[in-house]
């Protein structure tokens, strides 16, 4: 019981709370499968293959964390990955709702797989990798918000995407 864990998201682009949840998911199970979902919604800044490197460079020193890509139905994958629980963040009352649907579709799909809900750091709660993104596509700072990897990645990749945009004349 208790041995592996599935720690699912698009992580475009891993936070601070993220990695929080990560390190507190560790201290429950032996094993944190994190798992970077591969369908890619138009919005994405980063690709899949950078998402897993960035992940495994913040996790490199946290022992039994492994990251990896999946598609196809979350509870499948939990299912080949033989991991009996998913852990989702809960920050606030908004992320309640569409939480509690996911939680409870998923275990409509696997009875026996559960869902469990941690809480990040409260200096955690406003972070969202909706809002990182813009912070970074408008050059603000990242350091408070993202591991130092992924800030140092991200100022990189904005400053290449600007050097490539044309505006239409
Ligand atoms: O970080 P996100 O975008 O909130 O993560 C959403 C995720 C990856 C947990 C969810 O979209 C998911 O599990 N997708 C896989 C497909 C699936 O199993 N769908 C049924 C449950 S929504």
Redesign the pocket.
Known sequence: MNSIAIY????DPPTNGHLDLIIRSRKLFKKVVVAV?RNTSKNSLLSIDERVKLLRECTKDLPGVEVDAFDG???DYARVRKSSHIIRGIRALTDFEYEFQ?AL??RRLAPDIETIFLMPREEHVFLSSRHVREVALLGGPLEEFVPPPVAVYLAGKVRELNRSYKPES
Do not use: A, D, R
């Open positions: 699912p998201g698009s992580f979902l139905l979350l509870v996911i579709l998923n």
